[in-house]
């Protein structure tokens, strides 16, 4: 089964050459040092449509639209595959139809759009879209799944053909796990050509689905759950992918939204790499210790897409921050008299803290009339430096009477005496 399909990954390689990048895979010294690893990102975020998606799609449509009279195709999707079918449609010069469900990114549906497709919602999960799709198919518009069919696996495992042509002896490829057409594809062409080479599939942890699959006996289903990685918000495995990731996948892991949005934090800093939620999770997955790897081993990720709403980005952004003590709000309580906001902001200053935002309130019942309460959102080095500003105020006698260092559920809290 493996060596036909790795046959059809070859042919799929040129089939597909002339219509989708040959993504760079660079070595990142960060990741490295931090990792005691040699640390590489197979870029998919640089390729078009912005995922690794357009790759299975282009196969299977220059596969079907030769010589058949085919004049569009549908399918379902969340939105990179939307994006890499309406793409691969564009160029084979026939149209797309897509069925998004009802939660997806505003910037997906209008990306989708813009490569010209014909978007319609509809559906709670992915599964309803797909039902849906798979309901208005007929001869003329065949359905193009997202991940369950072979020409598109084969498509997908161009990826682990260019891995090994870059960088011939990988010791550990880390991959997304979806619907399992991506990490198919990849261990099939890999483990080919480097038998030694582990493959590390990464999921979310409010989608199991194939982590539970690969280690029962049965295809697990689940509850479709929110997830920051809504590119592998899948609720089951494929029946063509499961046996792929039982025989060739070496280990699954999870990893939880806040490791997620750690990981896009640390490759929109350090690297300049803006990353969906799924593209972060092999990075993700590495930073936090999910999988073990011998010191010095050359780890590749696969970073498969970078189709991240920028409203989502800049919230995500803002909670990792905060989650590293880079970002704090503070609430003080302070006299209403001329100077007693200016003695505040003083301290802050002297510490070496850049206030971004102050807010105040003069109607809280719970204080006396001559007092009110403050906000400053401050950016910060770090906790340390956190504490540093708290003690500072403290000494002061001013009254801090809150330190919220994520945006939620976590609030420390301490008084100062007076």
Same mark, same amino acid.
């Given at each position: 089964?493996?060596?036909?399909?790795? $046959?059809?990954?070859?042919?799929?390689?040129?089939?597909?050459?002339?219509?989708?990048?040959?993504?760079?895979?660079?070595?990142?010294?960060?990741?490295?040092?931090?990792?005691?690893?040699?640390?590489?990102?197979?870029?998919?975020?640089?390729?078009?449509?912005?995922?690794?998606?357009?790759?299975?799609?282009?196969?299977?449509?220059?596969?079907?639209?030769?010589?058949?009279?085919?004049?569009?195709?549908?399918?379902?999707?969340?939105?990179?595959?939307?994006?890499?079918?309406?793409?691969?449609?564009?160029?084979?010069?026939?149209?797309?139809?897509?069925?998004?469900?009802?939660?997806?990114?505003?910037?997906?549906?209008?990306?989708?759009?813009?490569?010209?497709?014909?978007?319609?919602?509809?559906?709670?999960?992915?599964?309803?879209?797909?039902?849906?799709?798979?309901?208005?198919?007929?001869?003329?518009?065949?359905?193009?799944?997202?991940?369950?069919?072979?020409?598109?696996?084969?498509?997908?495992?161009?990826?682990?053909?260019?891995?090994?042509?870059?960088?011939?002896?990988?010791?550990?490829?880390?991959?997304?796990?979806?619907?399992?057409?991506?990490?198919?594809?990849?261990?099939?062409?890999?483990?080919?050509?480097?038998?030694?080479?582990?493959?590390?599939?990464?999921?979310?942890?409010?989608?199991?689905?194939?982590?539970?699959?690969?280690?029962?006996?049965?295809?697990?289903?689940?509850?479709?759950?929110?997830?920051?990685?809504?590119?592998?918000?899948?609720?089951?495995?494929?029946?063509?992918?499961?046996?792929?990731?039982?025989?060739?996948?070496?280990?699954?892991?999870?990893?939880?939204?806040?490791?997620?949005?750690?990981?896009?934090?640390?490759?929109?800093?350090?690297?300049?790499?803006?990353?969906?939620?799924?593209?972060?999770?092999?990075?993700?997955?590495?930073?936090?210790?999910?999988?073990?790897?011998?010191?010095?081993?050359?780890?590749?990720?696969?970073?498969?897409?970078?189709?991240?709403?920028?409203?989502?980005?800049?919230?995500?952004?803002? $909670?990792?921050?905060?989650?590293?003590?880079?970002?704090?709000?503070?609430?003080?309580?302070?006299?209403?008299?001329?100077?007693?906001?200016?003695?505040?902001?003083?301290?802050?200053?002297?510490?070496?803290?850049?206030?971004?935002?102050?807010?105040?309130?003069?109607?809280?019942?719970?204080?006396?009339? $001559?007092?009110?309460?403050?906000?400053?959102?401050?950016?910060?080095?770090?906790?340390?430096?956190?504490?540093?500003?708290?003690?500072?105020?403290?000494?002061?006698?001013?009254?801090?009477?809150?330190?919220?260092?994520?945006?939620?559920?976590?609030?420390?809290?301490?008084?100062?005496?007076?």
């Amino acid at each position: 089964m493996a060596d036909n399909l790795f $046959q059809e990954i070859r042919s799929a390689g040129v089939a597909i050459a002339p219509y989708v990048i040959k993504t760079p895979l660079i070595y990142s010294s960060t990741f490295s040092r931090i990792t005691d690893a040699h640390v590489y990102l197979k870029l998919e975020t640089l390729q078009k449509a912005g995922s690794f998606k357009i790759r299975g799609a282009m196969n299977k449509i220059l596969i079907h639209s030769k010589g058949t009279g085919l004049t569009g195709v549908i399918t379902a999707s969340a939105g990179n595959h939307a994006q890499g079918v309406s793409v691969a449609a564009q160029a084979a010069g026939i149209s797309a139809t897509v069925i998004m469900p009802l939660w997806s990114s505003l910037s997906k549906q209008e990306a989708s759009r813009g490569y010209g497709a014909d978007v319609h919602l509809y559906g709670q999960t992915l599964e309803e879209s797909m039902n849906r799709a798979m309901e208005l198919a007929n001869e003329e518009m065949p359905y193009v799944h997202p991940f369950d069919d072979p020409e598109i696996i084969a498509g997908q495992g161009t990826i682990g053909l260019e891995i090994c042509d870059d960088l011939p002896s990988p010791d550990i490829i880390v991959v997304p796990v979806g619907g399992g057409g991506l990490v198919s594809g990849i261990s099939v062409a890999v483990k080919n050509q480097v038998p030694s080479c582990k493959i590390i599939g990464v999921q979310a942890e409010a989608c199991p689905f194939a982590y539970l699959s690969k280690y029962g006996n049965d295809r697990v289903s689940i509850k479709n759950e929110w997830t920051l990685a809504d590119g592998i918000r899948v609720t089951r495995p494929g029946t063509c992918t499961l046996p792929y990731i039982r025989e060739m996948v070496d280990k699954i892991v999870l990893v939880d939204d806040g490791e997620i949005s750690d990981a896009m934090l640390w490759l929109l800093e350090r690297k300049k790499i803006v990353a969906e939620g799924a593209g972060a999770t092999p990075l993700a997955a590495l930073l936090s210790g999910k999988f073990y790897y011998p010191k010095g081993s050359r780890i590749v990720l696969v970073i498969s897409g970078g189709n991240v709403d920028s409203h989502q980005l800049s919230r995500v952004m803002r $909670q990792a921050l905060a989650r590293e003590g880079r970002l704090v709000r503070l609430s003080f309580v302070i006299e209403d008299q001329p100077g007693s906001l200016a003695e505040v902001l003083a301290i802050i200053a002297r510490e070496g803290g850049n206030i971004l935002k102050i807010s105040h309130s003069e109607w809280d019942t719970d204080l006396p009339v $001559q007092e009110k309460r403050i906000w400053i959102e401050i950016e910060t080095r770090g906790h340390s430096h956190i504490t540093a500003i708290k003690k500072a105020t403290e000494r002061t006698g001013i009254q801090l009477s809150e330190i919220s260092r994520e945006t939620g559920d976590r609030a420390h809290s301490w008084k100062s005496s007076r």
